[in-house]
């Protein structure tokens, strides 16, 4: 526990002396505070008006074979002390509602609904109570993280209607697309409301890709854990591995050795470089200039091929460790990927250089899909998507991890919120990040890669993050008995953009979706779980 | 527009050489992708079989936009339950003949995911399977190879 708290939270502890109690800090920067239920609105939106937190994550839990009740648990990441606030609040099953904190915060949209569906916790006036995760045909009453949750009554779906938002008037009409899609894409389903070919609405129905991983961590080992969490997504698959660990080591108060922790900041790298790359040549695939999406797809496989070598996975699987990795680099992999490095970053170069002065693409892509910096905030929007609207946050400098906070780098930024605005905050990115490798590899210690984490305590519980591609993803992990998982809480980056979506589509064309979806390049399968 | 001849030209042609035996002409199939529940790995390692690297069109195999233009429905991810009517909807509007590959281990066995509530396990839970390739996610390579190694067998 720190020394002393922060200011901020004896400032909190006065304006709230009647509804909150301080509960202690926890793995070093998270400070608890117990909130009645009845207060969780006014001191939320304290938080974010007053003191510019915002709503990272927010966590249910079944705890009633602890205390007796389930809990809320509402992540607030306060950037400039590098600290999360984190107002916990006891439901009482007897009455499973709480004041939705929605209207105040609408960041907490997705989060409280999630909640409703996985533990029949009610949120009272949240603006949108419809079903998210679970789709309509699931019975009434299944909530599949109570602990109690019955498995065996669930064998069929009865098949039953979602109920989309109308739109009203002479001349507007639908366009629904998937969830199957005419390319190779993940799953969902979008109802368009179109006037001729200009969006009024669009409303996405996803989830579709519902794996239920939180509910199979639940009762494995750690292990087991490390190994679903390189499977929420396959994209970044190592960022989500690092904020698994990263959680279980911030729980176990374990110091990782610092080459694996250089070893770790380069392959979040890498899986930054294959991702962007990539996604700079989609960009291209989104207007039919093949050339683009030629070359960005052969740098991408050239940096997936390099991933293999490196580590036996193209998606970087398995090397990663509680308290370390699995397997060292050698130094001179590590020499030899620069050397190829700089190959691939010649050849970006001179594609960037093409695209960036490409006339009918800029035209494309200037004002297409546009999102205001106040959705950005509001929605709680991550990444290069926040950052291409005027929201300049990275984790890797906010709340540094790997070894980002000795590294020396610029985060990118653009303020159109357009698709060349996210077009460009990649390409500025994948320079930053060949960059990055170069420094790492120059600077990477002897030593040691793993140390080992031992028996955690039960009922500890700590947060792991990391910046992926897409932006940050933070997993949270409460240890139970024998050492196993009682609950897993993944939230991806895309979780938090997808509300963006249909926000940055009104007012465009329907054949402008594709690219502006690219552009974006939001995840399914982590979203979903 | 010198700056992309230039480009093309230093870069010169990468696509990996690949000796597809005694590949009968006249001989074309066509592949609907469908995602019924994966972590989109198995999805991506798909997809890259269209980059100039594996560049599976030379081939005379392609992905389509429809089912009902497919020969083949190649199937990633562990079948979730939200996506069951999905995928039988896609395989009844597919023309017979078709040959359904289950791709990955996902899909060949429902994978990491079969024991969980909102997942109904492999792909040939719902539809019948002629093909599966394991591995998590199968590498474009192997991918590629079973596709070629089928093209020479006889029509279905
Ligand atoms: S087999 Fe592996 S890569 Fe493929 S969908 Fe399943 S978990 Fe993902």
Known sequence: MAAKEPDLIQLLLQEFSQQTKFMGAKAGNEYYLEVSKEALPEVSSYLVK???????????????????????????????????????????????????????????????????????????????????????????????????????????????????????????????????HAGIIEPGHFRFSVAGETILNLEARLFYAHRGVEKLAEGGSLEAGLNLAE??????????????????????????????????????????????????????????????????????????????????????????????????????????????????????????????????????????????????????????????????????????????????????????????????????????????IFQLVSQIPAGAIVQPVGELVPYQAALGWSESARGNNLHWVMIGPGNNIFRYRIRSASYCNWPAVPLAVQGDIIPDFPLINKSFELCYACTDR | MLGILMKSWRVGIVTRNQQAKNRKFGRSWHIRHVDCGSCNGCDWEMNALLNPIYDLQRYGLDFVASPRHADILMVTGSVTKHLQVALKKTFDATPAPKIVIALGDCASNGGIFKDSYATLGGVDKVIPVSIKIPGCPPSPQEILDVLLAQLQKKVV
């Open chain 1, 231 to 436: 499977r929420v997504c396959g994209t970044c698959a190592f960022s989500h591995s690092v904020s698994f660990c990263q959680a279980i080591e911030r729980a176990a108060n374990v110091q990782i050795p610092e080459r694996a922790l250089f070893v770790r900041t380069i392959l979040l790298e890498m899986e930054r470089l294959y991702n962007h790359i990539g996604d700079v040549g989609n960009i291209c695939a989104g207007v039919g200039l093949a050339l683009g999406t030629s070359h960005g797809n052969r740098i991408k496989e050239a940096i997936l091929q390099l991933n293999q070598d490196l580590t036996g996975s193209r998606f970087l699987r398995g090397i990663n460790a509680m308290g370390g990795l699995k397997k060292d680099i050698s130094d001179q992999q590590l020499a030899a990927l620069k050397t190829k490095l700089e190959q691939l970053a010649g050849d970006f170069t001179d594609l960037a250089e093409i695209l960036l002065e490409h006339d009918s693409l800029i035209q494309r892509l200037r004002g297409t899909g546009r999102l205001s910096l106040v959705a950005v905030e509001d929605l709680g929007v991550v990444g290069p998507s926040a950052r291409a609207s005027g929201c300049i946050k990275d984790w890797r400098k906010v709340f540094p991890h790997g070894v980002y906070g000795q590294l020396e780098f610029e985060v990118a930024g653009e303020t159109s919120g357009d698709v060349l605005a996210r077009l460009k905050v990649r390409v500025n990115e994948v320079k930053t990040s060949f960059d990055l």
């Open chain 1, 50 to 180: 007053h003191l510019r937190a915002s709503l990272a994550t927010m966590i249910g839990n079944d705890e009633r074979s602890i205390n007796g009740s389930f809990r809320l648990y509402y992540y607030f990441a306060v950037e400039y002390e590098e600290i999360f606030i984190v107002l916990t609040s006891a439901i009482n099953p007897v009455e499973p509602a709480f004041p939705s904190i929605t209207p105040l915060v609408p960041s907490a949209q997705w989060y409280e609904r999630e909640v409703q569906d996985m533990f029949g916790l009610k949120p009272v006036g949240h603006p949108d109570p419809r079903r998210l995760v679970l789709h309509h045909d699931w019975p009434q009453g299944t909530h599949p993280l109570r602990k109690d949750f019955n498995l065996d009554s669930l064998e069929k779906l009865p098949s039953s209607d979602y109920p989309f938002g109308e739109i009203d008037g002479t001349g507007p009409f639908y366009v629904p697309v998937g969830p199957i």
